[in-house]
């Protein structure tokens, strides 16, 4: 069965999706002046698992089709990351969090077994910054200034990439982190529609 065209659409509706996924958190971010229910180590194990992710892919030379929207999510997680602390009142440790991520990302593909362990890690590192998410909106009870449709998004962009991973690499590890993120992505985005607080009607 030819899967070119799906595969392109697969690829293309992914990077586009990307392109603008993180922009509706960063926009109620921006509109409530407030970062209550968003997890600050969700957001910095999910931007470890891209950046481990990305350097994998490219290590192994994989077709940039299947990885192009990392390098777009990555930078928009570190303005999410940015727009946290700048609400926490914790802007200046953005130079600690800068100098570990880029020092990291050198030692990543110093070895060959260095990038296949981190690869191996990955999946539990980027599961774990979706259990901290629930953790955070479990405990809060209030998902106001966390966006549902960046969360749905995430989910439609794993299920795109369980599609091309089958049909171009079929990497096993690869696919394994995708299937898993899928699951935890929806469970994400069915605790934040639960836990929306009721909008009040104007008199």
Same mark, same amino acid.
């Given at each position: 069965?030819?899967?070119?065209?799906?595969?392109?659409?697969?690829?293309?509706?992914?990077?586009?999706?990307?392109?603008?996924?993180?922009?509706?958190?960063?926009?109620?971010?921006?509109?409530?002046?407030?970062?209550?229910?968003?997890?600050?180590?969700?957001?910095?194990?999910?931007?470890?698992?891209?950046?481990?992710?990305?350097?994998?892919?490219?290590?192994?030379?994989?077709?940039?089709?299947?990885?192009?929207?990392?390098?777009?999510?990555?930078?928009?997680?570190?303005?999410?990351?940015?727009?946290?602390?700048?609400?926490?009142?914790?802007?200046?440790?953005?130079?600690?969090?800068?100098?570990?991520? !880029?020092? +990291?990302?050198?030692?990543?593909?110093?070895?060959?077994?260095?990038?296949?362990?981190?690869?191996?890690?990955?999946?539990?590192?980027?599961? +774990?910054?979706?259990?901290?998410?629930?953790?955070?909106?479990?405990?809060?009870?209030?998902?106001?200034? !966390?966006?549902?449709?960046?969360?749905?998004?995430?989910?439609?962009?794993?299920?795109?990439?369980?599609?091309?991973?089958?049909?171009?690499? +079929?990497?096993?590890?690869?696919?394994?982190?995708?299937?898993?993120?899928?699951?935890?992505?929806?469970?994400?985005?069915?605790?934040?529609?639960?836990?929306?607080?009721?909008?009040?009607?104007?008199?």
């Amino acid at each position: 069965m030819d899967y070119g065209l799906p595969l392109h659409v697969a690829n293309f509706s992914t990077l586009f999706v990307c392109a603008v996924l993180k922009f509706p958190q960063m926009f109620v971010l921006l509109r409530a002046k407030s970062s209550a229910g968003v997890s600050l180590n969700s957001l910095l194990l999910e931007l470890l698992g891209f950046i481990v992710f990305v350097s994998y892919q490219m290590y192994y030379d994989y077709p940039p089709p299947t990885y192009l929207e990392y390098p777009i999510l990555i930078a928009q997680d570190v303005i999410l990351l940015l727009l946290i602390l700048h609400y926490n009142g914790n802007l200046k440790q953005s130079l600690i969090y800068a100098a570990v991520f !880029v020092g +990291g990302w050198k030692l990543l593909t110093i070895e060959k077994w260095v990038i296949d362990l981190a690869m191996s890690l990955c999946t539990f590192i980027s599961a +774990g910054s979706k259990l901290a998410q629930l953790q955070c909106l479990w405990r809060s009870k209030n998902s106001g200034q !966390v966006s549902t449709l960046t969360w749905a998004l995430a989910s439609y962009t794993c299920l795109a990439r369980i599609f091309t991973t089958l049909v171009t690499t +079929g990497d096993t590890r690869v696919l394994v982190r995708f299937v898993a993120m899928t699951i935890l992505n929806v469970w994400v985005t069915l605790t934040v529609m639960y836990y929306k607080p009721a909008t009040k009607k104007q008199d």
